[in-house]
């Protein structure tokens, strides 16, 4: 095979070429090419919308001392390549200034390489919560699937989705604290039961200053609840422990819950605003269905 511009490889200790496209090896009937990093251009619909600079440059020495274990998925767009998965890849390899990069190269629809780069990213465990449920909304609203079928293509439950969901209905500012890592996801669930976004503001920026834990902020989000709620009149022989059972299952449900009747018989009022909504509660009800 011809060869012009030969160089050296700082990963695989071979000889390249910079001008051709050179077949290395063959796995799964997929061949795995050097391509010029320069030629090579990031996927638009990235999810991930930080990167780490530090471990960026760990993954660049690591690269450096053990080669690319896994080469990147392109997809040729005219002379150029755009990213499918594996940007970090990528940008360690800038950092090492390496002039080619291992690569796979597919023909996919737009739709595809979208349904690829999110379901690649989501199956990474560091991104962060707030890019993972901003890829599970664009992945269900993009290609019109539920969260049962979100959950089957990336390998989580049900109820997870639900919940990480949950987290855009946040405040933008309260958002970015979880994205910051200043208080996790399961702060912004607590804070997401409320409604009154001040009040969410608030209550997530004391978090931060005190460094309340996840169950301070949900029994915080629990008294503020409890003070707002109007005094009910009570049936007749009505148990006294409802109130506080309606109140621990608001918590776990997310939504309002009313228990009406006596230690015989009775009935649970559980509400829900929309479908993903019921959908929710029913994989918290019914968690194997």
């Known amino acids: 095979m011809k060869k012009k511009g030969l160089g050296r490889s700082a990963v ?141 293509k990336i390998g989580t439950s049900r109820p997870n989705i639900a919940n990480a969901l949950r987290l855009l209905k946040l405040p933008e500012s309260v958002q970015n604290l979880i994205m910051e890592g200043k208080i996790s996801s399961g702060h912004g669930r607590a804070f997401a039961v409320l409604e009154d976004e001040k009040v969410i503001i608030l209550l997530a920026n004391k978090c931060v200053e005190e460094g309340w834990s996840v169950r301070q902020a949900e029994q915080k989000v629990k008294s503020l609840i409890n003070e707002k709620q109007p005094k009910k009149k009570k049936e007749k022989k009505r148990i006294p422990e409802f109130d506080i059972i309606e109140d621990n299952m608001r918590m776990v449900m997310g939504t309002k819950v009313k228990i009406n009747g006596n230690d015989k018989k009775g009935k649970i009022e559980i509400d829900y605003y929309n479908r993903d909504d019921l959908e929710r509660i029913i994989a918290i009800l019914c968690p194997e269905n």
């Not at 071979?14 to 990031?42: A, G, R």
């Not at 530090?54 to 392109?74: D, F, H, R, W, Y």
């Not at 890849?89 to 291992?102: D, G, H, S, W």
């Open 12 to 152: 695989f200790g071979e000889d390249f070429s910079l001008e051709t496209i050179t077949t290395q090896t063959h796995i799964d009937k997929e061949y795995i090419h050097q391509l010029p990093v320069n030629k090579i251009d990031v996927n638009k619909a990235q999810p991930r919308k930080t990167f780490n600079k530090e471990t960026i440059e760990a993954l660049a020495q690591s690269i450096k001392e053990n080669g690319m274990l896994q080469p990147i998925t392109v997809q040729k767009t005219g002379d150029r390549y755009e990213i499918i998965a594996g940007e970090r890849r990528y940008r360690a390899v800038r950092f090492l200034e390496m002039e080619t990069i291992p690569a796979i190269i597919k023909e996919l629809s737009p739709q595809k390489v979208c349904q690829l780069a999110l379901i690649e990213n989501l199956q990474r465990e560091d991104l962060n919560p707030i890019e993972a449920a901003a890829a599970i909304k664009a992945l269900m609203e993009d290609f019109n699937l539920t969260q049962q079928e979100v959950s089957e």
